[in-house]
């Protein structure tokens, strides 16, 4: 399951080494491919909690990204090894959305990024849940779970 933790109960949820493909001609990586590891680390979040987000989806739970945020600290480069931690707070887990945070590290030493998405709760419709719904409560507590262990 999960590997390591950092502070603030932000979990390991993959380890992936910078393609060519995701730098410019400097050697940097562009700024669009931290939020595609975002989604990395929030799916192989969900993941290690026993779930995937396919059966959440099988199930009719969709997350749409509803808003995104990125803070760029340094610049991650072709062939470093990244790894991406995640954390879905409790106290950001609604009936209706849920915040996730994200912090990307380089060799685990060196903070490139850290930011959050937000996501909402909707049916397959495209419905907002506004009442306490089965995928609210799971996340609940594997989180608390997580934060406990």
């Keep these: ?3 390591e933790r950092k502070g603030n ?3 390991l949820t993959h380890r992936l080494r910078v393609r060519y493909s995701e730098t410019d001609q400097m050697g940097v990586v562009y700024n669009g491919n931290y939020l595609t590891w975002f989604e990395i680390s929030r799916t192989e979040l969900c993941r290690n909690f026993g779930t995937t987000y396919r059966e959440w989806e099988d199930r ?6 509803v808003e995104a945020h990125c803070r760029y600290k340094r610049p991650a480069r072709y062939d470093d090894l990244v790894s991406l931690y995640c954390r879905a707070p409790a106290e950001h ?3 209706q959305s849920v915040l ?4 990307l590290w380089v060799d685990d030493n060196r903070l490139i990024a850290e930011g959050w998405t937000k996501h909402a709760f ?3 419709e ?3 849940f506004r009442k ?6 799971w996340l609940l507590q594997e989180t608390k779970k997580q934060a406990e262990g």
């Excluded at 996730?100 to 912090?103: A, K, L, M």
């Design 1 to 3: 399951m999960f590997v």
């Design 9 to 11: 109960g932000f979990l």
């Design 60 to 65: 009719g739970f969709m997350l749409p990204v």
């Design 93 to 95: 887990i609604k009936p």
């Design 100 to 103: 996730f945070e994200y912090q």
């Design 122 to 124: 909707v049916d397959r």
């Design 126 to 128: 495209g419905k907002l």
């Design 132 to 137: 306490e719904n089965r995928f609210q409560s």
